[in-house]
Every structure is written in C-alpha cells, then in structure tokens.
C-alpha cells in the first residue's frame, strides 16, 4: 500500500525527469510542509494520510489566498502562477463539494439540530459537530460555516 506521501515523492521524481518545472517546485513545496509537520510537536512522526491531506488543504488554501492577493494589487502572472500551484495540489486532494451538496449536507444537520431543540447562532457548534465527518476535507471550514450560519437564520 502507497501512502500519499510516497506518491507525492514518486510524483517529484517523475516531474524533475520530465523537466515538469512547475510541478517539480510545487511537490517539493507540499513535501517540505509535511517534514515540517512531521518534525514540529516534541516528538518527530510520520504523518497519516489524512493528516498529509490536512497539509496539501492548508498549502492549496495559501495559494487560493495569494492568487487572491496578487489579482488585487494587480499581478496577474504572478496569481497564474499561485492558482497553477494550487491546481498541482488539488489532485491530491479529495473532490471539493458542490455548492448544492454542501447546501443539502448542511441542511440536513440543521434539521437534526431543530428536531434536538437547539435554535438560533447558538446551535451552530451543534451543526458544525455533525456536518464536520461528513465533509471530511471536501469543503474548507469558512465556507461551510458561512452555509451553515446563513441556514440557521433563516
């Protein structure tokens, strides 16, 4: 059994033969953020799967807010590139939720939260609790926390 970080350096080396510039610089980035991971906290670990996922969210996350950041001040290769970058990551990463099933997942644990008596901001922890597992990776914690808010005011 591969684990997915194997699969990154077996895609590192396959990229730096191919001259895959791009790619090659992209990977070496992921796996440096999982050593990072792996050596930070008083202990050095190998890291799970899910938590080699967890880092490859946080990286496609950093390059979705510098590409943000770059299109605002009005360099546009420089945002290709971050958004470029981020794309090499999602590979990695599970298939992100439609707006529609993240509405319906979302949906479904409001009503299950009402059904149990809670109302209002307060039961947004409860929500938050169950939709959670569900989404597992799928959906970055703002976005389904914005869903989720919208819903229990409504």
Known sequence: MTTLKSRLQDDLTAA?????????????????AITTEEVSGKQARELSDDEVQKVLAREAKKRREAAEAFVNGGREEKAGRERAEGEVLAAYLPQQLTDEALERLVAEAVAEVRAGGAEGPRAMGAVMKIVNPKIAGRAEGGRVAGVVKRQLAE
């Open 16 to 32: 730096i033969k191919e001259r895959d510039e791009l790619r090659s610089a992209t990977l070496r980035m992921a796996l440096a």
